[in-house]
């Protein structure tokens, strides 16, 4: 299944390679090379291009760049009105003859004028002008032999035969490659269902989401193949017939710049959906391994698992896509040396002007390495406080208890307390009245948290044997007594629920109660006051 991908490439690569060189230019928009830089003038360079018969190059020739259009216009409309007059006419062979005009080869067909044979043109292939005009008659006589031929009944009979049979092999193939899909992603289905039992549940994920990125890519990988198929036959079959030769060069052309960029596109995706897989795919390799992996951090585990693979998918993502525009330039033909230059330049003004960046990027990459915190631990920066719902090399974002989302830029993080990173811990304070019976209270808080240590619902999640330290405090509101217990991370708080309903039960039952805070309020009469003043005084 892992050479898929290659075999699918490589028939693509077939089927649009034996496509001929020819049938992929332009009768009315010929391709313009440059010849000559030596003058400074852009009107006077000399240029060249092709003249085509029937979507097939013929020849070519050259001109200075504000006279070759209208001269290759010319030369065309001249040659497509030979060409029609000849195929009208019962003559079975063109008669090409070359007269001299001002010292220059004139080329008539059946008495017809085509073209000239100009100084630039000889210059172009280097060789007298009546020795290219020779050659250019006999190229004209077999070309304009063969565009007959290819009109007759017989000819056209045998082509559309070849191009019956191209449709077969198109349909056929592509059959082919829709069973060979079904198939695999049939495959792909069944060894992500059939997981074995044993996997932890974060290596099940990380191999439900590389299964989910490999189809993903296959599925565009058999959608280019389809499109291939089907485009190339019958960009072929508009190849075989002259009559529809010329729309497969318009079609070549029209679809050429479009063609490139969606491939470079598709391509970006492809990749990106790849490392994609590739990521998820070694880091279950590296946890079932069992290099990190213990009962005690499986916890802690998951959250860094989580928080390394998404910033790794975002750096990955950023130089695929990249990557992808320096190809897509390419494709445009720009030339990207220079522009490359430059953005070096502008690289180097960028991080001047954006250092707070660089702060929070190098910040990040320190929160992330040092295991400061990661994807949904707790934490609390500042005045401020969470769940880590994001988290890359810029900024933090966290969820607070109502609700709000908080950006915090990385650079901007000095102290952070984590409350979840790898256990945590309810610490409770419980107030018991100065007259209760103090042993008596401290044997019920004790057994409370031992029959709860001991519950199969609550158990996993207390890793310890709870801790009653004792009497913490005298305070205003009775005996404080302080009670410690060893969480999961982020089960603190549903510990400390739970501990404190079923304590409130115990108590109860026990007629031990929780006192509540009290005030005593003086009141002074007056009177009273001014009478004992006025006694004393006397």
């Known amino acids: 299944m892992r050479f898929q991908f290659l075999a699918i490439a490589s028939s693509m690569a077939i089927t649009v390679g034996s496509v001929p060189k020819a049938t992929g230019q332009i009768p009315v928009i010929p391709q313009i090379q440059n010849l000559s830089n030596q003058s400074n003038d852009p009107d006077n360079r000399l240029v060249s291009g092709w003249i085509y018969l029937d979507g097939r190059q013929l020849f070519q020739i050259a001109a200075t760049k504000a006279n070759f259009t209208e001269r290759s216009q010319d030369i065309q409309q001249n040659l497509n009105q030979i060409k029609e007059n000849y195929l009208r006419s019962p003559t079975k062979k ?35 002008p009546f020795i ?46 829709l069973i060979w899909q079904r198939r695999s992603t049939n495959n792909l289905v069944q060894s992500t269902t059939q997981a074995p039992q044993t996997a932890q549940p974060i290596t099940t994920q990380l191999n439900q989401q590389q299964h989910r990125h490999l189809r993903e890519v296959k ?35 029209a679809v050429q710049i479009p063609l490139r960029l969606a491939v470079v596109a598709l391509g970006t995706y492809v990749a ?10 070694f880091t279950s390799t590296f946890i079932s391994s069992g290099a990190l992996f213990n009962s005690e951090a499986f916890e802690r585990l998951k959250l860094r698992v989580s928080t390394f693979s998404n910033v790794t998918k975002s750096i990955v993502t950023g130089i695929w896509v990249g990557v992808g525009i320096l190809l897509a330039l390419v494709a445009l033909g720009i030339d990207i040396i220079p522009l490359l230059a430059g953005a070096s330049l502008v690289g180097v003004a960028v991080s001047l002007a954006s250092q707070n960046l660089i702060k929070d990027a190098i910040n990040g990459f320190l929160i992330i390495l040092e295991d400061q915190y990661a994807l949904g631990d707790v934490i609390a920066v500042g005045d401020v406080g969470g769940l880590v719902e994001n988290l890359n090399l810029r900024m933090t974002q966290l969820r607070d ?30 107030p018991i009245a100065y007259d209760a019976d103090i042993d008596r209270a401290l044997e019920l808080i004790k057994s409370v948290a031992l029959e709860m240590d001991k519950d199969p619902q ?39 629920r739970e501990y404190r309903y079923r304590l409130k039960v115990t108590l109860d039952k026990a007629g031990i109660s929780i006192p509540v805070p009290q005030q005593a309020i003086w009141v002074n009469d007056v009177q009273v006051l001014n009478h004992q003043e006025n006694g004393k005084a006397n």
């Open 94 to 128: 063109a008669r090409v003859e070359t007269r001299k005009l001002n010292g220059l080869p004139v080329i008539y067909v059946n008495d017809q004028y085509l073209m000239t044979i100009t100084a630039e043109d000889a210059q172009l292939r280097k060789e007298d």
């Open 132 to 177: 290219s005009a020779n050659q250019l008659n006999e190229k004209l006589q077999d070309s304009l032999q063969q565009a007959r031929q290819e009109r007759q009944t017989q000819s056209l009979v045998s082509q559309g035969k070849i191009a019956a049979g191209i449709g077969v092999v198109m349909i056929l193939t592509s059959c082919g490659v």
């Open 219 to 253: 599925k565009r990988l058999f959608q280019l193949a389809q499109a291939g198929i089907w485009g190339s036959g019958s960009f072929i079959i508009l190849g075989l017939f002259p009559y529809t030769r010329p729309f497969q060069a318009g079609i070549l052309n």
């Open 272 to 281: 990106i959906r790849f490392s994609y897989a590739l990521i998820d795919r």
């Open 401 to 430: 208890s109502e609700g709000r989302l908080i950006t915090i830029p990385n650079s901007e993080i000095k102290v952070v307390a984590n409350l979840s990173s790898r256990w945590a811990r309810a610490d409770m304070t419980i």
């Open 458 to 496: 609550w158990q996993h999640q207390i890793i310890e044997t709870p801790q009653v330290l004792g009497i913490d405090n005298f305070g205003d509101r009775g005996l404080i007594i302080r009670v410690l217990i060893k969480t999961q991370p982020l089960k603190q708080w549903d510990v400390a």
